[in-house]
C-alpha cells in the first residue's frame, strides 16, 4: 500500500476483522455442522459442544490478539453500524435457511446471502484503499464469488455435492463456507502479523 495514511487508516478501521484466527473457530464449527448434519444424527449434544469449544477458542484467540497487537476503540458509529449490519444478515440467513429447507428455490439461498455478507464486509473494508482493493483485502471478495458460484451451479444443471457424497446442497454449502471461512481466516492472520510488522518497522525509521 504506497499511501501510508491511507494504510493506517486501513488497519485502524479494521483491525477486527483482520485478526483472522478469529475465524478459525468458525469455519471448523461451520464444517463440523455441516458433517453432522450430512450422518442425519438426531441429537444435538455435538453441535452444541462444539459451540461451546468454538465460544472458548474464540475468547482465547482475542485476549491473544489483545496481548500481541493491542487494542483498538471502535468508535460508536461504527459500532451501530456492524450491529445493525449483523442483525439484518441475519435474519436473511434465517430466512434464506427457510427457502433452503422448503426447496422452493432452485439455488441455495443461503449460500447467496454469505456471499452478500462476505462482499459488504469487502466493500465495506476498503473504502479508504478503493484503488488498492484487491490487493490489499482479496480474500473476502474471492470468498463471495467462490461461494456465489457454488451456490447458483443447480441452475445448470449441476449437482456438485452429490460426487462429494454430501446429501443436501446445504450442507454442502456448509462445507464450503467453512472451508473458505478457515483459510480465509490463516491468510488473514499471515497478513496482519507481516503488514503490522511492517508498519512499526517504518514508524521507527520516521516519526509521524
Not at 449490519?85 to 454469505?114: K, Q, R, W, Y
Not at 463456507?177 to 481466516?185: D, K, N, P, Q, R
Not at 496482519?192 to 516519526?207: G, M, P, Y
Request: charge should be positive; glycine fraction near 6%; hydrophobic fraction near 50%.
Amino acid at each position: 500500500m504506497k499511501d501510508r495514511y491511507a494504510q493506517i487508516k486501513f488497519f485502524a478501521s479494521n483491525y477486527s476483522r483482520l485478526q483472522g484466527l478469529r475465524l478459525v473457530p468458525v469455519g471448523l464449527l461451520s464444517l463440523f455442522v455441516a458433517t453432522w448434519s450430512n450422518t442425519r444424527q438426531g441429537q444435538l449434544d455435538g453441535p452444541l459442544t462444539a459451540l461451546l469449544v468454538t465460544i472458548l477458542l474464540y475468547w482465547l484467540i482475542d485476549r491473544y490478539y489483545n496481548r500481541v497487537f493491542g487494542q483498538v476503540k471502535q468508535t460508536p458509529s461504527q459500532r451501530k453500524r456492524e450491529t445493525i449490519t449483523s442483525i439484518a444478515f441475519g435474519a436473511l440467513a434465517l430466512l434464506a435457511f427457510a427457502l433452503d429447507t422448503a426447496e422452493i428455490i432452485p439455488v441455495c439461498a443461503l449460500g447467496l446471502v454469505f456471499a452478500a455478507a462476505l462482499f459488504a464486509d469487502f466493500w465495506h473494508a476498503t473504502r479508504s484503499v478503493r484503488k488498492e482493493a484487491f490487493a490489499t483485502f482479496p480474500e473476502n471478495f474471492a470468498a463471495s464469488i467462490l461461494i456465489l458460484i457454488v451456490s447458483i451451479l443447480p441452475l445448470f444443471g449441476i449437482t456438485w455435492w452429490e460426487g462429494w457424497g454430501i446429501k443436501s446442497q446445504v450442507t454442502g454449502v456448509f462445507v464450503i463456507v467453512g472451508i473458505v471461512i478457515f483459510l480465509t481466516g490463516i491468510w488473514g492472520h499471515i497478513r496482519i502479523t507481516r503488514d503490522l510488522s511492517t508498519v512499526e518497522a517504518k514508524t521507527d525509521e520516521h516519526t509521524l
